[in-house]
C-alpha cells in the first residue's frame, strides 16, 4: 500500500511540502539553504568534469 503512494505526487502534496519547509526553517533561511545547494551543485558538476576529461602530459619522452 505505502509503494503505490509514491506515484501519486501531485500539486496538493507539493504545497503542504513547501509549507511543511517554510514552517520549519522560516522564510529568511529558504534562500541561503537555496544558496548552499546550488553551490553544492555547481561544485560537484565541476568535480566530475575535472575527473572525465583526459589530462594532458605537458612533457612527452
Not at 19 to 28: D, E, K, Q, S, T
Request: proline content about 5%; cysteine-free.
Amino acid at each position: 500500500m505505502a509503494l503505490t503512494f509514491l506515484g501519486m505526487i501531485g500539486g496538493p502534496q507539493i504545497i503542504l511540502i513547501i509549507a511543511v519547509v517554510l514552517l520549519l526553517f522560516g522564510g529568511r533561511k529558504i534562500p541561503e539553504l537555496m544558496k548552499g545547494l546550488g553551490s553544492g551543485i555547481k561544485e560537484f558538476k565541476n568535480a566530475t568534469k575535472e575527473e572525465e576529461s583526459p589530462k594532458v602530459d605537458e612533457k612527452k619522452d
